[in-house]
C-alpha cells in the first residue's frame, strides 16, 4: 500500500453557530467531502492528497457532533447541517463547491444540491457496499 503523505492542515471554522474543526489541502475548485456516520475526516485521509495533487482546495469536515467539531444539545436535523455546510463554504470565501458525501455524508451531499442548487455541482455520492470477498 502507498504511504499517505501527511501534508494537510487542521483548521477551524465558525459556522451556523458552532465551531467546526477541518482538514485541508490543496488549491484550486473547492471540493467538501462529507464523512459518515460514525466516522469524520479521517475516513478521507486517501482521497485528501490524491484530490490536492490534481488541482483543488479539498476540506473534509467533521459534521456537527463529531470528533473535533462542536457538540450542541441541539441541531442535528438536515436543514441545521445544511445550514453549516453552506456557512462553511461561504466562510473560506468560495460561492460554489464540489460536495462528495459517503453513508450519511452522502444523503447530506444530495440535499445540499437539492436545497441549494446555486452553491454546488452535482453530488458525488460512494454507497460502496462492503465486499465480502465472494464473486457475484
Known amino acids: 500500500m502507498a ?10 471554522i465558525i459556522t451556523n453557530g458552532i465551531r467546526m474543526h477541518y482538514v485541508t489541502q ?7 467531502l462529507l464523512h459518515g456516520f460514525p466516522e469524520f475526516w479521517y ?27 462542536d457538540k450542541p444539545r441541539k441541531g442535528y436535523d438536515v436543514a441545521t447541517l445544511l445550514r453549516d455546510i453552506e456557512g462553511l463554504i461561504k466562510g473560506l470565501g468560495y460561492e460554489k463547491a464540489i460536495i462528495v458525501g459517503h453513508d450519511w455524508g452522502g444523503a447530506l451531499a444530495w440535499a445540499f444540491a437539492i436545497y441549494y442548487p446555486h452553491m454546488s455541482s452535482p453530488p ?6 462492503p465486499s465480502t470477498g465472494d464473486a457475484a
Open 3 to 12: 504511504m499517505i503523505m501527511e501534508t494537510w492542515q487542521h483548521r477551524d
Open 26 to 32: 490543496g488549491s484550486g475548485p473547492l471540493v467538501v
Open 124 to 129: 458525488h455520492c460512494d454507497e460502496r457496499a
Open 43 to 69: 475516513s478521507w485521509r486517501y482521497q485528501i492528497p490524491f484530490l490536492a495533487e490534481h488541482g483543488f482546495t479539498v476540506v473534509a469536515p467533521d459534521l456537527r457532533g463529531y470528533n473535533d467539531t
